[in-house]
């Protein structure tokens, strides 16, 4: 049986890595079809004209073409929270609703430039291009360009399990999101400068809602990074 949601992506995208949690911990079913960003085909374009993965199609709403559907994981996981309200993944009081709305950005901008961009990317695309990985850049990322990030986001959690209330919003699913992506290919951030952060992620990454994109991802990994890379 088809399920009314699908995303189109891949699961090594941090940004599909967000939706699937937003729709798991929503309870809602969903079918993933693979897009590749390295040769997108032309049906693809027209949904998202930007070039980008993940796009979501809602079959309730039309079945093919560029109706029914939304690009963006931002524009998806708002479009999602009307669609489904519980459990809510962003606040309801207008200051706590603000200040998840800019972590989700500092994740999807900021980490996912660093991390994405500059740690995951230059490893995993060359190894799938059958090249050397660019441990350089990685190296620089990891090292320098990642720490002030990571001290900013022990800052905002001052040792809670969550950014913000006591259950988990958007921020905690945004920020996992982008870690994960660094963690596939060089592991953990350091516990003993980010001890809160390092437990956060390891809660995150543990909960259900991430089960479904942990599992996929892992099949890939497993593959072009049978070892992780020692960035320090
Ligand atoms: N703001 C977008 C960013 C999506 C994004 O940058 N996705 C990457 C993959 S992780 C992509 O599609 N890149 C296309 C490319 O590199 O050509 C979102 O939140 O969905």
Redesign the pocket.
């Known amino acids: 049986m088809t399920a009314s949601l699908v995303l189109y992506g891949s699961p090594l995208?941090?940004?599909q890595r967000k939706v699937e949690a937003v729709m798991a911990l929503k309870g809602l079913d969903y079918d993933c079809e693979d897009v590749n960003?390295m040769g997108m085909p032309d049906w693809y374009k027209e949904i998202s004209p930007l070039?980008?993965?993940?796009s979501l199609r809602d079959r309730d709403i039309a079945e093919e073409g560029a109706a029914g559907t939304i690009t963006?994981?931002?524009a998806i996981c708002g479009y999602l929270e009307k669609r489904q309200p519980e459990p809510a993944v962003y606040p309801v009081d207008a200051f706590d609703h603000g200040r998840a709305l800019w972590l989700e950005e500092f994740a999807?901008t900021g980490m996912a430039m660093v991390g994405?961009m500059g740690v995951f990317r230059p490893i995993i695309f060359n190894l799938f291009q059958r090249k050397d990985p660019d441990l350089e850049t990685a190296r620089k990322s990891w090292n320098e360009k990642l720490p002030p990030l990571y001290d900013y986001l022990e800052a905002q959690l001052d040792g809670r399990p969550h950014f913000i209330g006591d259950a988990i919003t958007i921020a905690d699913i945004a920020v996992a999101s982008q870690i994960a992506q660094t963690d596939m290919i060089a592991g953990l951030p350091d516990k003993s400068r980010w001890p809160g952060l390092v437990a956060h992620y390891q809660a995150m990454r543990a909960h259900e809602c991430f089960q479904r994109n942990n599992a996929g991802c892992d099949k890939i990994i497993a593959k072009v990074v049978p070892e992780k890379f020692d960035l320090s």
């Open positions: 995208s941090p940004f960003v070039g980008r993965i993940p963006d994981s931002s999807d994405g």
